[in-house]
């Protein structure tokens, strides 16, 4: 099984590629900040899982030192957006959201480039940078499962006045699922780090977890950015039949 | 000054039911609340609704005559105010939402 374990990480890479394509192309049309946003987003999370994987994938030596402190700046790259998309499309006037950002920018840049200029990459519960780039990356998706919840109550409340279409308010529940997946894939960076840490090998453990999360995010994903129609007609009926059910 | 549709809503709803300012932001606000909406980011159409389908109900309830009455009168003075003020609906996260997911 342990051989296999770069799957998850590929299949997510190739549904992050192709949903930043689809968004960038609706950017285009529309030239709204937050499709862009997240087609950044979707773009570096792509490049980081492929290219972290490849070696894996291509049966290819394991990456230099540099090579992965390369791909430690793209995945916080994807971070970035990331943050500003939640910020853009929940919190635009708020201002202590914009300090959630900076500290959390500050975070990933200081933690990272204390990374690279001390030039290891230790997954340690006792090295304090990657705590800290931890919390740099795991509050926005904490962050964006909050502002999901809370969007999502509120959207069922206008769908009942006819305010809200069903599918709007599914596709909050299905962005809460996967902020919650992407919470507990940070959680298993540090089941990852605490395995470095005590037996210096990656358990069964973390490498179920963190697969299982990514093929759960994909999953939820694909069905809010790309929804089946019989999905949505599904959505549509219950909601019709089932209204204290709007959207899921 | 009204800068705000929630400001123009609330000073209209202020003037059709003899409500004084605070009472009639109050009462705007916890309808807005019911309905699960944002009172920075409101659309005209979503003002309707709960004008239409709650606030008659809030109105009663505070004891103003002829609510459904008041009603009508305060969002057709919302949306002849938020014409002459060239309000116009800033992007709300349904509709970011909607667009996202290609509807």
């Not at chain 1, 900040?33 to 994938?57: D, H, K, M, Q």
Request: contains cysteine.
């Amino acid at each position: 099984m342990e051989e296999y374990a770069f799957l998850p990480p590929i299949i997510a890479s190739a549904f992050y590629l192709v949903a930043s394509v689809r968004l960038f192309r609706l950017y285009r049309r529309t030239s709204e900040r937050p499709e862009l946003l997240l087609s950044v987003t979707f773009a570096f999370a792509g490049v980081y899982y492929f290219a972290y994987n490849a070696s894996s994938l291509f049966g290819l030596d394991p990456w230099s030192l540099r090579t992965e402190w390369m791909l430690e700046w793209v995945y916080i790259s994807s971070v970035f957006p990331y943050m500003i998309f939640i910020r853009t499309v929940f919190r635009p006037d708020g201002a202590w959201a914009g300090a959630l950002v900076a500290i959390c920018s500050a975070f990933l840049l200081v933690s990272t480039g204390m990374g690279t200029i001390e030039g290891e990459i230790v997954y340690s519960l006792e090295n304090t940078w990657f705590l800290v780039q931890w919390v740099g990356y795991t509050a926005p998706c904490v962050w964006m499962c909050w502002e999901a919840t809370l969007a999502r109550l509120g959207a069922q409340k206008r769908a009942r006045l006819g305010l809200a279409q069903p599918i709007v308010v599914n596709r909050y529940l299905l962005l809460m699922l996967f902020a919650a997946f992407q919470v507990l894939a940070c959680v298993s960076d540090l089941s990852l780090a605490h395995d470095m840490t005590s037996t210096r090998t990656i358990s069964m453990i973390s490498n179920g977890l963190l697969g299982g999360t990514e093929i759960a995010s994909v999953v939820v994903l694909w069905l809010a950015f790309f929804p089946p129609p019989f999905y949505a007609n599904w959505i549509e009926r219950r909601a019709a039949t089932i209204p204290t059910a709007v959207g899921g | 000054m009204a800068t705000t549709l929630f400001d123009i809503a609330a000073e209209r709803l202020g003037e059709s039911s003899a409500m004084d300012r605070l009472a009639a932001r109050g009462t705007l606000r916890l309808a807005l609340k019911q309905a699960g909406l944002d009172a920075n980011n409101l659309t005209i159409l979503q003002l309707r609704a709960v004008f239409e389908r709650l606030m008659p109900r809030e109105l009663e309830a505070r004891g103003v005559t002829n609510p459904t009455a008041s009603c009508k009168v305060a969002m057709d003075a919302i949306e002849s105010a938020a014409r002459e003020t060239g309000w116009e609906a800033s992007s709300s996260p349904d509709e970011i939402f909607k667009r996202l997911g290609g509807n």
